[in-house]
């Protein structure tokens, strides 16, 4: 694979030179608390910290950083940079109708933040309490989760897309009585329900116990919507009845911050705790030299505010950093495929960083797309979410970047806060396809399936062997699941989940998911959430969900569905087993393929034999490995016979 070299302008202009790269890592990871005790000062504490690092992954799992400092998240990402830039632009919005856009300076985005916390505070929210955030892609957003920040709440923010069971489930998980929807979003010139779905997942969680006493909502498109007298409350209105300042609360580096549910192999979603201190520390430092942000200019992460990148590279990061960050409500392909570049023209951005689905479906579209566009202001590009296959990687480098504008790769998770592996613009030689290396007190190591350290060259399973500041600290409610979830396969290591390759350059290669969750789109999925809608569906007796390869999704997601006696297997069944999961998780879930089995290949002790699905949706017949051990044998053929057949 051809290698691009960093070229003498991106060394020119470099934060650090890569010998300096070499010497600050050694030392990140030979001498952490003096490493930390130096950069967890780009950030402002109130009283400052003594101790830096408090961490173990065995026996026990505890991780503490700066444990006895004190701050408050939203004061580091708006108060500290009122002097210097309260004029400057905070937030860059750009709506999802081209003709909308807007501009929130440090000090409006001050105002806004304070009196939102005190709507909170009117209506009893205080510290510690979770507050679920159920948003379109609009300022507001950012001013709910900095509100919370503001007054020691936790937010947890639920993706727009999501269903209203999805959402009642993270309601009623997080115990929470406070909820801040829109009557409704816009995203590529269509409607989506929030307030319906929220009055919905309401009236579920009710019924499941967990009470929302508040509903606070913002008006978005004026659509009509339900108001329940005494529990919603109109921003619009409730802003003007509250004071425009609101003292930050000062906050433990270890209070949390806030919970973000993410999809494990296993069980439902699991609530991601991070904490205040580390986590900004991290965001900010990561932004900081991995995007070589400079003041004044503008940064553009295209995510949703829904995903840990929104709130890690669209919110806290590029905040905490003084930076300009724009928020998109669309869609990159609405009105058409060259949105996305306009917008780059339109608000002169410097740096974008999105996802390899929508750089391989704008790749798909044609390059005219681009190429009538200027992007001369564009210098810094950036992606994540999942694997980039080489040719998407050399596209955006090529038809989006002219070849003048480093890419980043940047691997992570959102059990990582942020990123982990990267290259650094003008430091790092780039490999298309390869996050590359390290990022400054991160320790990947390669283990196979024993445990066994893999040294050089080599393929495994990727794990982390000591902690960085932005890493959870928990899953809320349940330590036990966190420490059997990451810290029991590999004991004493973080397991990230993932399997990854290191070339001779010891650079690394992000291959893919080794447990059950795909990766569809970059969002996460667990299979066993899948499959748990489909065998509630009231025709399934017997579902096994896996991830195939899919051209613009990365991965698709494809279901062996066995039907209960006497149900026939229609293609209007099909459809309705498709409408029936995104009814229950949401769209993203929808399934791709479907395939009817009369019988699922088990061990004898039951075990849905999921290597052997996997081969066969990957059409990879040759491969499917010894059958021996399978209860019955003859069920795979079938399988096949099925799969080659298309039925
Ligand atoms: C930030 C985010 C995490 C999973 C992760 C991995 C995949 C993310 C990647 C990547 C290859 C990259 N992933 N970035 N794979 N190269 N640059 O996406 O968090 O939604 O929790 O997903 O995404 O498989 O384990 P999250």
New binding site residues.
């Given amino acids: 694979m051809e290698k691009i070299a960093v070229k003498e302008e991106w060394r020119q202009r470099a934060l650090i030179t890569a010998e300096e790269y070499q010497a600050w890592y050694r030392r990140s990871v030979e001498d952490p608390d003096g490493f930390w005790a130096e950069h967890g000062k780009r950030i402002d504490w109130m009283k400052p910290f003594t101790k830096v690092k408090n961490t173990s992954f065995a026996p026990d799992v505890s991780i503490k950083w700066f444990e006895d400092g004190t701050l408050n998240v939203s004061a580091n990402c708006i108060d500290r940079h009122l002097e210097e830039r309260g004029d400057a632009v905070a937030i860059l919005w750009e709506g999802d109708n081209p003709a909308e856009s807007r501009k929130i300076t440090y000090r409006e985005l001050h105002e806004n933040v304070c009196r939102m916390a005190n709507v909170l505070k009117s209506r009893g929210v205080k510290r510690g309490d979770r507050v679920t955030i159920y948003m379109p892609m609009i300022p507001e957003s950012a001013f709910a989760m900095l509100a919370c920040a503001r007054i020691g709440a936790i937010h947890s923010v639920v993706f727009g897309g999501f269903s209203p069971d999805s959402l009642a489930n993270r309601i009623e998980d997080a115990r929470s009585s406070v909820l801040i929807t829109a009557d409704e979003g816009l995203r590529g010139g269509r409607k989506v329900p929030l307030k319906k779905n929220a009055d919905k997942a309401i009236e579920i969680a009710g019924k499941a116990g967990q009470k929302v006493e508040t509903v606070l909502m913002i008006r978005r498109t004026g659509g009509d919507v339900g108001f329940a007298e005494g529990r919603d409350l109109w921003w619009h209105e409730a802003r003007e009845t509250v004071e425009a300042t609101c003292a930050p609360e000062e906050m433990g580096a270890e209070d949390p911050l806030f919970i973000l549910y ?1 999809s494990g192999s296993t069980g439902k979603p699991k609530g991601v705790l991070h904490t205040s201190g580390g986590y900004l520390v991290w965001a900010s430092i990561t932004h900081h030299y991995i995007f070589d942000y400079r003041p004044g200019e503008i940064y553009w992460c295209a995510a949703d505010i829904g ?3 929104g709130h890690t590279y669209i919110l806290y990061g590029p905040l905490a950093n003084g930076a300009t960050t724009v928020m998109f409500e669309g869609i990159p392909n609405y009105p058409d495929a060259s949105r996305l570049w306009q917008v780059v023209d339109k608000h002169k951005v410097n740096i974008i960083y999105m996802a390899p689905t929508a750089i391989r479906a704008l790749m798909g579209a044609g390059d005219s797309f681009v190429t009538s566009t200027s992007r001369e202001s564009l210098r810094q590009l950036g ?6 296959n080489p040719e998407a990687w050399l596209w955006y480098y090529r038809v989006v970047g002219d070849e003048r504008c480093p890419i980043v ?7 990582t806060g942020g990123t982990l ?1 990267t290259p650094l613009p003008g430091v790092t030689d780039l490999k298309p396809g390869s ?1 590359t290396l390290p990022f400054f007190g991160v320790q990947p190591q390669l283990v196979d399936s024993e445990g066994t350290v893999l040294e050089g060259a080599t393929s495994g399973n990727l794990c982390i062997v000591d902690s960085w500041p932005g890493q959870m600290r928990t899953v809320y409610g349940d330590h036990e699941r966190f420490v059997q979830t990451y810290f029991s396969t590999y004991k004493g290591k973080y397991f ?3 399997g990854c390759r290191r070339d001779e350059d010891g650079y690394y290669w ?1 291959t ?2 080794v447990d059950d ?1 795909i ?1 569809v789109s ?3 999925m667990g299979t066993a959430e899948v499959e748990s809608a489909l065998v509630s569906h009231p025709a399934v007796a017997e579902a096994a969900v896996v991830g195939y390869p899919h051209d613009l999704k990365g991965q698709g997601i494809y279901c062996y569905v066995t039907l209960l006696d006497g149900e026939e297997p229609t293609d209007e069944l099909k459809k309705s087993l498709i409408a029936h999961v995104r009814e229950e998780i949401g769209p993203i879930a929808s399934p791709d393929k479907i395939q009817f089995a009369p019988g699922l290949p088990k061990t004898r002790s039951g075990k849905i034999m999921r290597r052997i699905l996997r081969k066969i949706a990957e059409d990879d017949f040759g491969a499917l490995g010894d059958t021996s051990t399978l209860a019955d044998p003859t069920v795979v053929e079938d399988l096949v016979e099925h799969r080659q057949n298309r039925r």
Avoid: M, S
Wanted: no cysteine; net charge negative; charged share 20%.
């Fill in positions: 993410t995903w840990v990148t992606t994540v979410g999942e694997p980039i790769d940047t691997y992570w998770q959102t059990e592996i996050a990230t989940g993932d992000i893919g998911r969750v990766n970059g969002h996460r």
